[in-house]
């Protein structure tokens, strides 16, 4: 399976301030997507990262506080704007090869608002 | 709202124990299953099914999907210590909602030597 390089891999961050993540896949792929995972939950989708359009967000999330881009098939940003301690979780970003293929996911940037 | 429900919620056992656990799912244009195992933060990919009846295994992890009564099992026998994680169920649906992956609340299972 594709090689997804995620960094930061965590981050102590000020209220206030925006962190952008970055998602590096070693080959190109079909599909990429950011997950979060608040505290003692389970795996929430954000939004598909759409290669050369905006973004498609989940119901719940919106493009001001999570702003996406996505210049090409290997490499998508995600930022987390205006933070606040609510926004402390882990984000994911997951890549999907092809049609049928599963979602593999990168390790993840552990995200602490203060 | 699509739905996927894991039991039990968590689950104690010893090396050499077999364990089963269970997930449910209500999803509309439903394509396929997917187990994963959480140890820290990126979820490692076990299987993907996509028919019913048919067994996939690897090694010790086996695991299949009834979707007539929509659900799937994850079997781990001969536990070990290091089978200790989360095991995450997720749903992957299609049409317009193509791509998206619906998880599970995630079983804790706790291997003990």
């Known amino acids: ?114 | 709202e699509d739905k996927v429900v894991q039991s039990p919620l968590s689950l104690v056992v010893h090396e050499g124990d077999t364990v089963t656990l269970n997930c449910s799912y209500e999803v509309t244009n439903f394509r396929s299953l997917l187990w994963y195992k959480q140890e820290k933060k990126a979820p490692t990919f076990l299987f993907m099914l996509t028919s019913s009846g048919i067994e996939k295994k690897s090694g010790r992890l086996s695991s299949i999907l009834d979707k007539k009564e929509l659900f799937s099992i994850l079997n781990i026998t001969a536990t070990q210590t290091g089978d200790s994680a989360v095991y995450l169920c997720a749903s992957n649906a299609g049409g317009t909602s193509y791509g998206k992956l619906t998880f599970g609340q995630g079983t804790i299972l706790t291997v003990h030597p």
Request: aromatic share 8%.
């Open chain 1, 1 to 114: 399976s594709a090689v997804i390089s995620q960094k930061p891999s965590r981050d102590i961050c000020q209220r206030g301030t925006s962190l952008t993540i970055q998602c590096q896949v070693d080959s190109q792929v079909t599909m990429m997507f950011w997950y979060r995972q608040q505290p003692g939950q389970s795996l929430t989708l954000i939004a598909t990262a759409n290669q050369g359009s905006e973004a498609t967000y989940e119901s719940g999330f919106v493009i001001d506080k999570f702003p996406i881009s996505r210049p090409n098939l290997t490499f998508s940003t995600l930022t987390v704007s205006n933070m606040s301690p609510e926004d402390s979780s882990i984000y994911l970003c997951s890549v999907q090869s092809g049609v049928g293929q599963p979602q593999h996911f990168g390790d993840g940037t552990r995200l602490s608002i203060l």
